[in-house]
């Protein structure tokens, strides 16, 4: 399992769905799963049963996605902040896009789906995450000023090169 963590805006999906095609296998965004179960978007389940319960249902969609077959796995940008999701992903490859604060508003700019971007502190919020990015990552890339293939391109030579050194 690839599992792959970083801020909004860090390129998680879109570098997710190339690297998915590049190794032959599927690509699951959680926070998709999470809206096809919930039958709701994360920012109407955020607006109508609060954050706490979101964490609650993306940690079970996670557990699930987790325990089944292997794909890379594209996970909400606070997913990582509990710790029994933690504990899960240490068996998991875990690559983290690192992205710098002022790039990531420029690509999330204006996107009304992302309901962490209403809240204040977003610049706090994204100070407090970087540790526990760190914390998770088996592997980090950064992504400020660089395409999604070169990126996609790094995370596969690195992960081949990690593969390499295994004994």
């Known amino acids: 399992m690839i599992v792959i963590v970083g801020f909004m805006g ?13 190794l032959g296998l599927p690509f699951v965004d959680s926070d998709l799963v999470i809206e096809d179960r919930a039958r709701r978007s994360v920012r ?13 249902l993306e940690h079970e969609v996670v557990v699930g996605l987790l325990d089944g077959p292997d794909a890379v796995l594209a996970l909400g940008g606070g997913a990582a902040d509990r710790q029994d999701t933690r504990e899960l992903l240490k068996a998991s490859h875990v690559v983290y896009l690192s992205v710098g604060f002022a790039e990531s508003m420029l690509r999330v700019a204006g996107d009304t789906y992302r309901p962490m971007l209403a809240r ?24 400020d000023g660089r395409r999604p293939e070169a990126i996609c391109q790094e995370v596969i030579s690195r992960l081949v090169a990690e593969k390499g050194r295994r004994p």
């Open 10 to 22: 860090a390129g998680k999906t879109t570098v997710g769905r190339m690297l998915a095609g590049r």
């Open 44 to 56: 109407e389940i955020f607006a109508e049963d609060g954050e706490s319960a979101f964490r609650d």
């Open 120 to 143: 204040a502190g977003v610049e706090d919020l994204y100070a407090r995450r970087l540790a526990t990015y760190d914390q998770v990552a088996t592997l980090t890339v950064a992504t």
